[in-house]
């Protein structure tokens, strides 16, 4: 199996470029050569050329055309996306997009769309899929271990929104530009989740918003509720409020309940509680999770000749519920926060 070699990176202003996933770090690690970088923004391209390896750009497409690249991780604000993702479907080269594709659900569905006619190899960064807790509860789901499954509880609240701006990209406070808030950056990984654990497609029940800690255009908290056809609630809690800034650190929770079992992630493994069980899973030895094990993943998928570990569909899936969860807070009576 043979990955990829030579890799391009676009719009590396996004701070995904060097912090949380930090692409151009995972591909150094993998041995990976970065042979182009390109960012509207000349003096970071630079930057990032500097740091990681290839040559820099300020149009994405003379990159291409000039560096060759077998496979393109592409970045950017969320509402040039749609323009970045047509173009590289007509390179015909793989790649790695960061969600969520777009700022509204029709255009992230003519995309799903698109790739899907064109045959395009195209991934989308669903990276708690490959986690040691997801994997688990999988497997007990399958499995049915768990009984009648009550409901499922996923909570990610990161640090202040003033993070965007010290990692290159103050656009995250702009609607225009990021198409909403905590709800558009960090609930996708949530929504993509209750369909990973259940299989089922769910539905918008309640969604709640609030700019009250940040007072910024675009929300720092939403609470979403989802039901699925086989009646099991998953609540999908996201945030900018963890005070803890500059340390980088999240208030996260996983959680299923069950009618016969309770599965929660702790910082000591995975605790397993019933009515006769009470126990503690460890991760693998030597486990790696989060963007680098997904990255690592999905390229050997691609080496293999698999299809993506999550793919188009799981992106025009996210962003129908996101939207529904923005209308149904938006509809909701009472003041706005």
């Given at each position: 199996m043979i990955l990829p070699k030579r890799f391009a990176v676009i719009d590396v202003?996004?701070?995904?470029s060097t912090h949380d996933a930090s692409y151009c770090r995972i591909l150094r690690d993998l041995g990976r050569e970065i042979v182009g970088v390109s960012d509207r923004n000349a003096t970071i391209a630079e930057d990032r050329a500097r740091r990681f390896g290839g040559l820099p750009f300020t149009d994405y497409l003379r990159m291409i055309e000039a560096t060759k690249p077998e496979f393109?991780?592409?970045l950017g604000r969320h509402a040039d996306m749609p323009d970045t993702f047509r173009a590289l479907v007509e390179t015909g080269l793989p790649f790695i997009m960061e969600k969520p594709w777009g700022t509204d659900p029709d255009t992230v569905a003519s995309l799903v769309a698109l790739a899907t006619e064109r045959g395009t190899w195209v991934a989308v960064p669903f990276v708690n899929r490959t986690s040691h807790w997801a994997l688990t509860a999988r497997r007990m789901v399958e499995d049915g271990v768990f009984g009648t499954i009550s409901h499922i509880s996923y909570r990610t609240i990161r640090p202040t929104m003033r993070r965007y701006i010290?990692?290159?990209s103050p656009w995250m406070a702009d609607p225009a530009a990021a198409g909403g808030g905590a709800l558009m950056n960090l609930g996708g990984h949530g929504f993509d989740m209750a369909w990973f654990l259940t299989r089922e497609e769910p539905e918008v029940v309640s969604a709640v918003l609030s700019h009250a800690v940040h007072g910024a255009p675009v929300e720092d908290y939403a609470?979403?509720?989802?039901r699925t056809p086989d009646g099991i609630l998953f609540h999908n809690e996201v945030g900018y409020t963890m005070p803890t800034w500059p340390a980088?650190?999240?208030d996260g929770e996983q959680k299923v309940a069950g009618s016969r079992l309770l599965l929660r992630a702790t910082p000591q493994g995975l605790h397993?509680?019933?009515s006769q069980r009470d126990e503690m899973i460890s991760a693998p030895a030597g486990e790696q999770g989060g963007y680098p094990k997904w990255v690592r993943e999905t390229l050997e998928a691609f080496a293999r000749g698999d299809p993506?570990?999550?793919?188009?569909?799981a992106c025009g899936r996210v962003a129908r519920l996101t939207h529904a969860a923005y209308?149904?807070?938006s509809s909701a009576p009472g003041p706005r926060a």
């Open positions: 202003s996004h701070w995904h393109v991780i592409a010290e990692w290159d609470l979403v509720t989802l980088n650190q999240t397993v509680l019933g993506p570990p999550a793919g188009a569909d209308r149904m807070a």
